[in-house]
Structures are given as structure tokens and as C-alpha cells.
């Protein structure tokens, strides 16, 4: 085969769609958790800012600026991660501040829905159908390929750096491996214990298992068993040189990379005793890390010391998911709610916004468009994935599945992947779209 000069991501990951030129997969060494700044298409939407780590006040005017976006899944940015929103809880709740949209009552009703018979596959009026027939009505927004072979519900979706492998994981045990020109599932692997969380770093998988997390290398093909974790792992993420494991005991368990080959991560610390329920979600802004939990709170971690510094308790149920963007903290809950953190006068972190839905809320995610500008991806109960603007919160289309999204990961050169509760894999591309 005759390759043309590699780049980091090429377009032939095309999963079996007739490309305009081949893979080639430009794999540069490099130590784990190297300092390189966020991960660029990590769940961590963050805005660099030119006050330095220090969060905007309320006062500020939200959205003057068009600071810049780093998508989700798990490749390494080559940018510096600021800060976002840090501080203490708040009771306030505004409305309508600066641009985060004119009410409260979430994002508009889109005037395009699915057609629940064409979904099961069974409806029989064919174009005569009043409702949609497809799986989006975002201009642009086209399915590339529907992965099969997970059975439950997918826990994460992972596309290293420097592999042409995508990795899927899955309540029912299994690990599957897809080859990214074909779409073929090349490798599946029983786990024999049930997949809480799948991320990436760099060329390093990370797997969470009960009481364990295996750390995978695609280019060294280095396999380690990582322990020290109580409880089953259900969530991760990667922030100052370390790996951190959120559990379904509450505790959160901590590695630091080395620069050692034979022993690249360190057991550090299990921080317990602060989330009363199961971690859900983290995500890093700046020297801070955010945790959420089924005990309703969202705790802030100095990555420095590792002491929490505050808690926030707005929600009224299960937070689900978290993202930085510019000086703000969003958060999501099975609560029905979306809610925007911004630093205050005394430092603290008070809601400005809340958006209520009409169900609850399972998975957010973030990049920007060909044109620079931030959409956010919000998964809701029912299967629809809406796509919206920020600050606005305007719709500006959906997706849709059979079943609840609960994994989304942003790829390259375009590429979305989403996983549903039912075990679907679908690999989306969204034209024009840079990260």
C-alpha cells in the first residue's frame, strides 16, 4: 500500500466509507501524562482565557469573547488548560444572565421528530410519513457507521493516539476492538467482570473494573494492572500528571505518572470519606478538579494538595455529568436540569443559570464548529441528543437513538461517537466541523 505523509489523524478513519486517501498513523514516543495541557478530545470543554488562572467575577459581561474549545475523548491538546469556575455553593439562581439564554425552561422544542415506527423498523408509510425518517436533523450531521456487537449498556468509547483502533467498552463484559477502515470489530475480549469506565490518554487505555483499572499502551503494547481501588470503577479522567478513579463506593483513587518504564504509575492516595454515593463524572479546569456523585453533590479538588476545598450542592439528584467552559462550571442531573457555576465576588462558585428539562439528563459534551463557535451535545432519557449553542442554548438540532445516549466522544477531523444503553455504537461525521 502506498502511504501519503501521515498526519496525527487522517481522514482514512472512515470506517469502511470510500475514502479520498489511506491511514497512516504518525506515532510519536512520548511519556504518559506528559504536561501538554488538556485533553483535546477529552469530555474537558475548556476556554483558555487571558486572566491567567484567576475565574471572571459575575459582573463580567458572559460571552464577550470567542475563547477557544477542546472537544471530547482522548487525545492529548498541546494547548495550557486554565482555569474554568471554581468556588463554594450558592442558593442564588439567575434566570437570564448575560447570554445564557432568556428563560429557564430549556432548549426549544425542535419541530422535527422521529418517527417512533421507523425507529423499531416496522413503519409502513414510507415517505408519506409526517415524521422523520433518520437519525438526525442536523444539517451536515451524517451516521458513517453503526458498530454491532455489544450487548448492554456501552461505559465508554476510546480512540488512542497513534492507533487506528477504536476501543468500546460494555456492561456485559466485554472489551471490543474496531479496526477504523472497515469498521469491523477485529478483537473482543472477555473481561469476566463487568466495564464501568473506558478513557484515553495519549497512547494509554485506561479500563475501570471492579476493584482494579487496567492501563493498556497502543504503541509499547505495556499492559498493567493498576490496584488500589475499592469498589467498581465507574468513572475517570487524567489531570497534573495524574490518573484519577471515581468508585461505586464514593472513594476516588490516585496514580501519578513516572517517569519509570517499568513502573510508569504510582499509587498515590484513595480520597474517601466526601461523596456519601457512587462517582459519576469528573472534570479537570485548570489546578481543579470537579467530582460528581449520586449523593447529589459536586465536590472541588485542589490538584495540588488533593484536599477539597469546597461543595456544591444545587441538584436534587444524581449529577451526571460536568464540562468547564471559559470561567464556568456546567453541570447536568437526573433531576432535569442544566446548571451554569460561575465564580462570585467572595470566590465562590454560585448557579447563574439553571435550564430545566423535561427529563432527566444523562451525558454532556462539548466542541467547537468550522466556525469557532461552542456547541455543547446533551443526552437526554429518551434517546434524543440535543445540540445546541453557548451561550444561548439555543437548538440547533437533534440525534436520535433507540435507547438512552450514555457515552459520547468527539474524534477527529469531524468524528462523533456515541454508545446507547442498549449496547449501540454509532460512528457520526459532522461536515465542517474542526476541532
Same mark, same amino acid.
Given at each position: ?71 471530547? !475523548? ?68 451524517? &451516521? ?16 488512542? *493516539? ?6 468500546? !467498552? ?21 473481561? *469476566? ?42 468513572? &475517570?479522567?487524567?489531570?497534573?500528571? &495524574?490518573?484519577?478513579? #471515581? ?66 450542592? *444545587? ?41 430545566? *428539562? ?7 459534551? #462539548? ?31 437533534? &440525534? ?10 468527539? #474524534? ?24
Amino acid at each position: 500500500m502506498s502511504y501519503k505523509a501521515p498526519r496525527r489523524f487522517s481522514k482514512g478513519r472512515n470506517f469502511g466509507v470510500e475514502r479520498q486517501q489511506d491511514f497512516a498513523a504518525d506515532i510519536v514516543p512520548r511519556r504518559p501524562y506528559e504536561n501538554r495541557g488538556p485533553n483535546k478530545w477529552s469530555r474537558n470543554l475548556v476556554w483558555t482565557s487571558s486572566d491567567g488562572n484567576m475565574a471572571k467575577k459575575n459582573d463580567t459581561t458572559y460571552g464577550s469573547t470567542k475563547p477557544q474549545v477542546s472537544g471530547t !475523548a482522548a487525545s492529548v491538546s498541546e494547548q495550557q488548560r486554565k482555569y474554568a469556575a471554581y468556588g463554594q455553593r450558592s442558593s442564588s439562581v439567575s434566570d437570564t444572565r448575560g447570554g445564557w439564554g432568556s428563560n429557564d425552561k430549556g432548549s426549544p422544542k425542535s419541530m422535527e421528530c422521529v418517527c417512533k415506527f421507523w425507529k423499531a423498523g416496522n413503519c409502513k408509510k414510507g415517505d408519506q410519513c409526517s415524521f422523520l425518517h433518520s437519525w438526525t436533523c442536523l444539517p451536515g450531521l451524517v &451516521m458513517v457507521a453503526a458498530l454491532e456487537g455489544h450487548k448492554k449498556d456501552i461505559k465508554g468509547i476510546a480512540l488512542p *493516539q497513534g492507533s487506528d483502533k477504536l476501543f468500546s !467498552a460494555s456492561s456485559d463484559g466485554t472489551l471490543r476492538i474496531w479496526d477504523c477502515h472497515t469498521g469491523q470489530c477485529v478483537h473482543t475480549i472477555n473481561l *469476566q467482570a463487568e466495564a464501568g469506565s473506558l478513557i484515553c490518554e495519549g497512547p494509554w487505555v485506561f479500563l475501570g473494573l471492579p476493584n482494579a483499572v487496567k492501563a493498556f499502551n497502543v504503541q509499547t503494547s505495556k499492559d498493567l494492572h493498576l490496584n488500589g481501588v475499592v469498589g467498581q470503577v465507574l468513572a &475517570m479522567t487524567v489531570g497534573n500528571g &495524574m490518573l484519577f478513579a #471515581g468508585t461505586s463506593s464514593g472513594s476516588i483513587s490516585v496514580w501519578k505518572a513516572t517517569d519509570t518504564e517499568s513502573d510508569p504509575f504510582t499509587y498515590l492516595t484513595s480520597l474517601e470519606g466526601h461523596h456519601s454515593g457512587e462517582v459519576t463524572c469528573f472534570i479537570v479546569g485548570g489546578q481543579r478538579l470537579y467530582s460528581g456523585s449520586v449523593d447529589k453533590t459536586i465536590k472541588v479538588w485542589d490538584l495540588n494538595t488533593l484536599a477539597c476545598t469546597m461543595t456544591l450542592r *444545587q441538584h436534587t439528584d444524581a449529577v451526571t455529568s460536568l464540562l468547564c467552559w471559559d470561567q464556568y462550571l456546567i453541570s447536568s442531573s437526573l433531576d432535569g436540569t442544566i446548571k451554569v457555576w460561575a465564580c462570585s465576588e467572595n470566590g465562590s462558585l454560585k448557579v447563574t443559570n439553571t435550564r430545566r *428539562q423535561e427529563q432527566s439528563v444523562h451525558t454532556l459534551c #462539548g466542541m467547537s464548529d468550522a466556525e469557532g463557535k461552542p456547541i455543547m451535545f446533551c443526552s437526554y432519557q429518551n434517546g434524543t441528543v440535543s445540540i445546541c449553542d453557548l451561550p444561548s442554548f439555543e437548538e440547533r438540532g437533534k &440525534m436520535f437513538s433507540t435507547n438512552t445516549v450514555g457515552a459520547i466522544t468527539i #474524534g477527529p477531523e469531524g468524528l462523533l461517537f456515541t454508545g446507547d444503553k442498549s449496547g449501540k455504537l454509532r460512528v457520526w461525521n459532522l461536515a465542517g466541523t474542526k476541532v
